[in-house]
């Protein structure tokens, strides 16, 4: 943060700046951290979480609802081109100008092209700034034009503390490993009750595993549950890595919050583990698209009930 901040007061941050890493690290407040030192703009913060900047020459280009209030999947060539129109304007202030652009792995290649002119031709005293959580996406000639800053996942012992002070007293452990590490999702994790989800989710796999649960009737129960698909596919995740450093240590990184068939798993063998934790990363890789979320969850469901066995034409 000391070079950024540097950077900035010499006024050698460039026009283009990507800020990459996982969900749930603090990339998007970072943006609006940076956003108001070049507006020179004191941060706002509410509830412990930075606010983006309230000044005429900052404008954050983000997810929209369509007709029906849904989340759009996409950031549109409509808004990527209003936004590049706005960044070439004369700034209100006199100032700098400052767009950020999250989540940029939501573009489409249009939307993308779109943008690419104004970080070709950047207008003086602008500065574009985009943020994604996959490294996989936005072409190259976009991403090679921008300052590249990396938020990676903090020691699970810095990020404990961190919750501790902030949010007062919960199982941060067990709620780290279900985010991946990430403070910001375990912290919404926990002022959602997901301690109590995690739970759920975890007798079910074990009732898959031993033939007590009907992969289907999970699946359809999934498919309703507040986390949204993304939300099951996240814990999938989650659990899938926490069985294969079991399978792979003979103990949990984390004990699980139910009696969990500990035979059954460790028979499983570790490239079958390996293979559904793919699975489950494709499915989260087509989010973008148009997902029937309940034959998702019941293709990644099944696999648990037959002990992870790739069927024919699979692994």
């Known amino acids: 943060m000391s070079d950024l901040n540097s950077a900035i007061g010499a006024d050698r941050l460039g026009h283009g700046l990507l800020i990459e890493g996982p969900p749930g690290v603090g990339k998007l407040e970072l943006a609006f951290l940076v956003a108001a030192a070049v507006l020179e703009k004191a ?18 280009v983000t997810l929209e609802t369509d007709d029906k209030g849904r989340l759009r999947k996409q950031l549109t060539v409509d808004q990527i081109r209003e936004a590049c129109r706005v960044l070439a304007l004369t700034s209100y202030a006199g100032g700098a100008k400052v767009t950020v652009l999250a989540p940029a792995e939501r573009m489409n ?13 950047p207008n003086p005293d602008t500065l574009l700034i985009l943020v994604r959580a996959r490294t996989d996406t936005l072409p190259a000639t976009i991403a090679s034009r921008c300052q590249r800053l990396r938020v990676p996942i903090p020691a ?6 961190w919750l ?15 985010a991946g590490g990430a403070p910001l999702t375990a912290a919404e994790y926990a002022l959602a009750g997901y301690e109590a989800v995690d739970g759920r ?56 919050p139910v009696e969990t068939p500990e035979t059954v798993i460790d028979a499983i063998p570790a490239a079958w583990i390996y293979w559904y934790r793919d699975e489950v990363h494709r499915a989260m890789r087509r989010m973008d698209g148009s997902l029937n979320v309940e034959l998702t969850l019941e293709n990644l469901l099944v696999p648990w009930a037959q002990g992870l066995e790739p069927q024919e034409g699979q692994g």
Not at 43 to 60: M, N, S, T, Y
Not at 109 to 121: D, G, M, V, W, Y
């Open 43 to 60: 941060p706002v913060f509410e509830e412990g979480r930075v606010q983006p900047p309230a000044h005429p020459d900052f404008r954050w």
């Open 109 to 121: 290649r249009n939307a993308a092209n779109s943008l690419l002119k104004t970080l070709e031709e």
């Open 156 to 161: 699970a012992g810095e990020a404990e503390a």
């Open 164 to 178: 501790r002070e902030r949010h007062g007293e919960a199982d941060w452990p067990r709620l780290l490993h279900l």
């Open 201 to 256: 989710f975890s007798e079910q796999i074990a009732g898959l595993l031993t033939g007590r649960m009907d992969p289907v009737e999970v699946a359809a129960e999934w498919a309703g549950a507040d986390q949204g698909l993304e939300g099951c596919l996240r814990w999938l995740s989650a659990w899938t890595d926490h069985v294969a450093w079991r399978r792979v240590t003979g103990d949990w990184r984390v004990q699980p």
